[in-house]
């Protein structure tokens, strides 16, 4: 079946600009998870969803936010980008998101803002 | 608070020798622990997992790990690397009560034919 897809791959934006990142879970999967990887910080937590909600949120800033929609597709959202917010951003799906759950993670977005 | 440390930045190791990549995690419970490996411009691929039962998890690729609670270290080893394990591995731990995972800081691996 096919694996989690992220879109676009690679995204450059300047500051103050916003941006959306797209993910689609594997068929099936219910939990969809985002992760920011920088060289400085590593992976981070952004947030979880699970059926249209949050369930679990990391320490970023309100520019930070997400949503998923009912066909489990999820959506993170950057306003007021900073020139710190350039990263992979990865997008992981798991069944139930349940930490026993096999979580798959896509290639990720590269945002690169200027 | 969970947390998991890689003390390791970068690993250089010769095609064909073994190789032992350490990991160590703070945590008050029985931890869920993973490694996970990703390859340039890859997401990350789910290597081995652990939460209770033998200590001793096996893995994909060829890989393994041991869970020792006494030292709070879940190290990964392969017993003869290829070419191809060239990539950055890290360690996670899942927070209890949540549904996310904590990843340590990565070990990149370069491996010499």
């Known amino acids: 079946k096919a694996g989690v897809t992220q879109t676009p791959r690679y995204l450059i934006k300047t500051r103050g600009q916003q941006v959306t990142l797209s993910c689609s879970p594997i068929?099936?999967?219910?939990?969809v998870s985002w992760y920011q990887q920088t060289p400085g910080q590593g992976l981070q937590f952004l947030f979880e969803?699970?059926?249209?909600?949050?369930?679990n949120k990391g320490n970023f800033p309100g520019r930070f936010s997400g949503r998923q929609f009912s066909n489990s597709r999820s959506e993170m959202n950057v306003s007021t980008l900073e020139l710190g917010d350039s990263a992979l951003y990865l997008c992981?799906?798991?069944?139930?998101?349940?930490?026993?759950?096999?979580?798959?993670f896509g290639p990720g977005t590269r945002l690169t803002v200027l | 608070a969970q947390s998991v440390t890689q003390p390791d930045i970068h690993i250089t190791v010769s095609e064909g020798a073994s190789l032992e990549l350490r990991c160590n995690y703070s945590?008050?419970?029985?931890?869920?622990l993973f490694w996970y490996v990703q390859s340039p411009g890859q997401g990350l691929q789910l290597l081995l997992k652990y939460f209770s039962g033998d200590t001793l998890v096996q893995g994909i690729k060829g890989f393994e790990a041991e869970f020792k609670r006494s030292q709070s270290s879940f190290n990964l080893r392969k017993p003869s690397v290829h070419w191809s394990d060239a990539a950055e591995y890290f360690c996670a731990v899942g927070a209890s009560g949540t549904y996310k995972y904590i990843f340590g800081t990565g070990t990149r691996l370069k491996v010499l034919a």
């Open positions: 945590y008050g419970a029985t931890p869920y």
């Open positions: 992981a799906s798991s069944f139930d998101g349940l930490l026993t759950d096999t979580q798959y």
């Open positions: 969803y699970f059926s249209e909600t949050q369930r």
């Open positions: 068929s099936g999967h219910r939990s």
